[in-house]
T-cell receptor, first 114, second 111 residues
Framework: DADVTQTPRNRITKTGKRIMLECSQTKGHDRMYWYRQDPGLGLRLIYYSFDVKDINKGEISDGYSVSRQAQAKFSLSLESAIPNQTALYFC?????????????FGEGSRLTVL | EDQVTQSPEALRLQEGESSSLNCSYTVSGLRGLFWYRQDPGKGPEFLFTLYSAGEEKEKERLKATLTKKESFLHITAPKPEDSATYLCAVQEDSGNTPLVFGKGTRLSVIA
C-alpha cells in the first residue's frame, strides 16, 4: 500500500458542485500539504498544515478550504467548483524532524470541472 | 517575479548524449535546494537536497551541484528510462516555510 493515499484518483464534476479530495498517510509525519499542478505552471501550494491544530494558506488558497481531521488525514474541499479548478492535485507529507526537507507525494487526484 | 526558474522547459537528448538542466533561484536565504523527478501521471519523487554552495550529490547518472544563485542537474550518458520531468524547489532559511517549486524541465531521451 502507498504511504500517501489520495481519493478519488479521478473525478469529473459540474460547475457549482461541492467536491472533497481526501488524503491519508501512514508515514507518521506531522506536516501535510496540498499542491495543484497545471501544465506550464508547475506545482503551486494551496494549503499546508504543520500539525492537527495548524492550518496555513498557500499561494493559491482562494476557492479552497481544508480540514486536518487527524495527524494522518488532510482533506481539500472545493465548495463550489469552477472550470479553472480543473487540475491535477497532489497531497504531500514531510517529517518535522527531517533535516532533508523531503516531501513524500501521493499519486495525485485528477479533477475535471465541466 | 518567480523565486525559482528552470531552463530549458523541455530537452530532447539522444541516448548517451550528456547535458545539464538549470535551476536559478532568488530567495534571500537558502535553507535547502531540492531536486525531484516526476513521471507522467505520478507524484514527484525526491532525488537530492543541497544545502550550501559548492555541494554536490550524485545518484547513478545524475549529479546535482549548487552555487549561490543556481543549481545544475547534470545527466551523464542518459538512457530512455531517464525521461521524466525534473523539478527544482527551494526552501528559505526560516525552516518553517514550505518548498517553492519551479515549473520543471521535461526531459526526453531517445534511443
Amino acid at each position: 500500500d502507498a504511504d500517501v493515499t489520495q481519493t478519488p484518483r479521478n473525478r469529473i464534476t459540474k460547475t457549482g458542485k461541492r467536491i472533497m479530495l481526501e488524503c491519508s498517510q501512514t508515514k507518521g509525519h506531522d506536516r501535510m500539504y496540498w499542491y495543484r499542478q497545471d501544465p506550464g505552471l508547475g506545482l503551486r501550494l494551496i494549503y499546508y498544515s504543520f500539525d492537527v491544530k495548524d492550518i496555513n494558506k498557500g499561494e493559491i488558497s482562494d476557492g479552497y478550504s481544508v480540514s486536518r481531521q487527524a495527524q494522518a488525514k488532510f482533506s481539500l474541499s472545493l465548495e463550489s467548483a469552477i472550470p479553472n479548478q480543473t487540475a491535477l492535485y497532489f497531497c504531500a507529507t514531510s517529517d518535522l524532524d527531517s533535516n532533508r526537507g523531503e516531501l513524500f507525494f501521493g499519486e495525485g487526484s485528477r479533477l475535471t470541472v465541466l | 517575479e518567480d523565486q525559482v526558474t528552470q531552463s530549458p522547459e523541455a530537452l530532447r537528448l539522444q541516448e548517451g548524449e550528456s547535458s545539464s538542466l538549470n535551476c536559478s533561484y532568488t530567495v534571500s536565504g537558502l535553507r535547502g535546494l531540492f531536486w525531484y523527478r516526476q513521471d507522467p501521471g505520478k507524484g514527484p519523487e525526491f532525488l537530492f537536497t543541497l544545502y550550501s554552495a559548492g555541494e554536490e550529490k550524485e545518484k547513478e547518472r545524475l549529479k546535482a551541484t549548487l552555487t549561490k544563485k543556481e543549481s545544475f542537474l547534470h545527466i551523464t550518458a542518459p538512457k530512455p528510462e531517464d525521461s521524466a520531468t525534473y523539478l527544482c524547489a527551494v526552501q528559505e532559511d526560516s525552516g518553517n516555510t514550505p518548498l517553492v517549486f519551479g515549473k520543471g524541465t521535461r526531459l526526453s531521451v531517445i534511443a
